[in-house]
């Protein structure tokens, strides 16, 4: 018994399939926020978009895919968001796979009512529940920030963000500095 151990040990460290990840590729390599984004409190979303506008809070609806590299490219940003407004915005971030097919519904609070069916999509609602911003593909974080500001009433216009890689998975917000 302890031989056949040994050999099944040995051979699952001299296997040649190794773990691969890459934010350029369209591959699934898991959840993109932990993995691409250092941040896995985003999924599951806290709340959902019907609690989140009963509630008259002002949200983030991101539609994306775990194997989309735009999807990953833009978690850092996503979760750059929720490290800068934390407690004062909600963000739901969806994966479409479950939208795929479905029909539309009358519910104006229904999350695949307001996904255009491309990905990455970043859509904001005011506290009132219209959609001020809606967007697919890339987007600064600036660009974001500023419509949150203004939804939120508050002046962040002297402030910029950069997106920063500390190493080829993970991504950290900063403030950008003259």
């Not at 018994?1 to 051979?11: A, D, V």
């Given at each position: 018994?302890?031989?056949?151990?040994?050999?099944?040990?040995?051979?699952i460290?001299?296997?040649?399939?190794?773990?691969n990840?890459s934010?350029d590729?369209?591959?699934y390599?898991?959840?993109?926020?932990?993995?691409?984004a250092?941040?896995?409190?985003?999924?599951?979303?806290?709340?959902?978009?019907q609690?989140?506008?009963?509630?008259?809070?002002?949200?983030v609806?991101?539609?994306?895919?775990?194997?989309?590299?735009?999807?990953?490219?833009?978690?850092?940003?996503i979760?750059?968001?929720?490290?800068?407004?934390?407690?004062?915005?909600?963000?739901i971030?969806?994966?479409?796979d479950?939208?795929?097919?479905?029909?539309?519904?009358?519910?104006t609070?229904?999350?695949?009512?307001y996904?255009?069916?491309?990905?990455?999509?970043?859509?904001?609602?005011?506290?009132?529940?219209?959609?001020?911003?809606?967007q697919?593909?890339?987007?600064?974080?600036?660009?974001?920030?500023?419509?949150?500001?203004?939804?939120?009433?508050?002046?962040?216009?002297?402030?910029?963000f950069?997106?920063?890689?500390f190493?080829?998975?993970?991504?950290?917000?900063?403030?950008?500095?003259?």
């Open positions: 018994m302890k031989i056949i151990q040994w050999i099944l040990i040995t051979l460290f001299l296997s040649p399939y190794k773990a990840a934010r590729t369209n591959s390599d898991g959840n993109i926020f932990p993995i691409y250092g941040n896995g409190a985003i999924v599951p979303p806290q709340t959902t978009l609690e989140s506008l009963k509630n008259n809070r002002v949200s609806l991101f539609f994306y895919l775990d194997d989309s590299s735009d999807s990953k490219a833009m978690a850092p940003i979760s750059g968001l929720d490290l800068i407004w934390r407690n004062s915005i909600d963000i971030a969806l994966t479409t479950e939208l795929q097919d479905r029909e539309k519904s009358d519910l609070n229904e999350p695949s009512n996904w255009n069916g491309l990905i990455p999509q970043t859509i904001i609602f005011n506290s009132d529940g219209e959609v001020k911003y809606d697919n593909g890339m987007i600064n974080i600036d660009e974001l920030n500023k419509v949150i500001s203004e939804l939120k009433g508050i002046n962040i216009k002297d402030t910029e950069s997106l920063e890689s190493n080829e998975y993970n991504s950290i917000i900063s403030e950008k500095k003259d």
